[in-house]
């Protein structure tokens, strides 16, 4: 009997040590690893996990399950589909990872999740550009700086933005082969840039596999709120991997993978039809938005 009788619920101490002594057994069994960091990992892990399983204490058709659901996470994935980073986003296992590599430096522009929907090689747009590429959606002019933690201007710096269309999807998630919604650019000499995209609107994170199953089945929304993805690269400074997103949204404090950080959080300005572009573009009769997003990187790590 695995449970002390006269105690239920308390693990009696013969059976705690059978278990204890399992976990050191395995520990031992990765002592002589030769690498000390994959050492150090692998003994980590069996602590954690077997501290998890003792804790939790499965009936073994629950841990078959719990293999069943990692079986049909490899399943689903393929090379457009990865359904373990979405199982890490959506566990806070992707922005605690974010937050142990990107150390708050001074006023430095606060990191957020990746996702799965970045493009190597999406085109170059001049300053100015529009990154739609035919993406339907509501203009949105946006604009900033890129300087480092004194500063300075960051003049050449390379900008990549991608972000869903107003129905909420990737250019990669449409069988055709379209390249819309993304671009890169490159800030001037004054560390400036701008550009055209689209208002962001809230989406979904693909939920038609077991992610969304557990999501579902933990009542949780598989919505995120409306975002423009960033990712800026400058030599010598720390690369920031980032959104921005919409001030006043409801889905802010329920983003299903815990991206939003308040100082991301930023005023997208509404402008009636008629109102003139900055840059001059004749939007007809189409309301529009506009955005300010100055953005600040962190030393390179290592260079203090
Ligand atoms: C995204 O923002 O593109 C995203 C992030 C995490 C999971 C799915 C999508
Ligand atoms: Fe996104």
């Known amino acids: 009997m695995r449970i002390d009788p006269a105690r239920p619920g308390v693990v009696g101490d013969r059976q705690r040590a059978i278990e204890q002594e399992l976990v050191d057994r395995v520990v031992a069994s990765f002592g002589d690893a ?14 954690h996990l077997h501290a998890f399983l003792r804790e939790v204490r499965p009936s073994e058709p629950e841990w078959q399950a719990a293999i069943g659901f990692l079986t049909a996470a490899g399943h689903i994935t393929t090379d457009r589909r990865q359904e ?11 922005m605690q990872t974010i937050a ?4 708050a430096v001074g006023d430095a522009t606060e990191a957020t ?61 449409y069988d ?5 919604g993304r671009a890169h650019l490159f800030t001037g000499d004054d560390g400036g840039y701008r550009f055209w995209g689209i208002t962001p609107v809230p989406y979904p994170i693909p939920h038609d596999g077991p992610v969304g199953a557990l999501l579902d089945a933990s009542g949780r929304s598989p919505m995120r709120a409306a975002h423009l993805h960033f990712m800026v690269t400058a030599p010598g400074l720390r690369t920031l991997v980032t959104h921005i997103f919409v001030r006043g949204d409801e889905l802010l404090d329920s983003d299903a993978v815990f991206g939003v950080k308040e100082s991301l959080v930023q005023d997208f300005v509404e402008q009636r039809p008629g109102t003139p572009a900055p840059d ?18 962190a030393p390179a790590p290592g260079d203090g």
Do not use: H, K, M
């Open 100 to 103: 142990i590599n990107n150390e």
């Open 176 to 180: 055709d082969g379209r390249t819309a």
């Open 34 to 47: 030769p690498d000390d960091r994959l050492r150090e990992v692998l003994t980590a892990l069996t602590r």
């Open 113 to 173: 999740v990746f996702g799965p929907f970045f493009v190597e090689d999406a085109p170059r747009i001049e300053l100015g550009g529009d990154i739609a590429g035919g993406a339907p959606g509501r203009p949105c002019w946006v604009e900033g700086t890129v300087t480092d933690t004194a500063g300075n201007p960051v003049a050449g710096a390379r900008i990549e933005v991608w972000e869903a269309d107003e129905d909420g999807f990737y250019d990669v998630q």
């Open 280 to 297: 001059g573009r004749d939007l007809g009769d189409r309301s529009w938005t506009r955005v300010r997003f100055d953005i600040v990187l």
């Open 84 to 94: 373990f980073i979405l199982l890490s986003d959506v566990l806070g296992a992707s």
